[in-house]
């Protein structure tokens, strides 16, 4: 059965960085793209990045240059490594994996969810 759990949330400074995590179960991301996708209070759930089976890696605009994607196979993990945090960056965030080697960041196209970690940024 495939499987997602995130890890790493918290509550950070703005300015400060976190890690999130993404461990996978019931099968290898050779043949998927993970997306790690946020919801923040009162809005609708985006996508922010994605790592697919080929390496072919997305971002939004809006966390491009603050935030870095990257895989370990060996863990079956993916992780999100965020740096200078604002508030707005406050969500829950998921990640979530889709088969085949296209990345994409449309809700739509994924299938499997994990149940997400709390990010907070607030002084």
């Known amino acids: 059965q495939l499987q997602l759990v995130e890890s790493g949330g918290g509550l950070v400074q703005p300015g400060g960085s976190l890690r999130l995590s993404c461990a996978a179960s019931?099968?290898?991301?050779?043949?998927?793209?993970i997306g790690w996708f946020r919801q923040a209070p009162g809005k609708e759930r985006e996508g922010i990045s994605c790592?697919?089976?080929?390496?072919?890696?997305k971002y939004v605009d809006s966390v491009k240059g603050r935030f870095t994607i990257s895989r370990d196979n060996a863990k079956n993990t993916v992780y999100l490594q965020m740096n200078s945090l604002k508030p707005e960056d406050t969500a829950v965030y998921y990640c979530?994996?889709?088969?085949?080697?296209?990345?994409?960041?449309?809700?739509?196209?994924?299938?499997?969810w994990g149940q997400g970690t709390q990010v907070t940024v607030s002084s």
């Open positions: 790592f697919s089976s080929s390496g072919g890696i």
């Open positions: 979530a994996a889709k088969g085949g080697p296209i990345p994409s960041l449309r809700i739509r196209d994924f299938g499997s």
């Open positions: 019931g099968f290898t991301l050779d043949y998927y793209v």
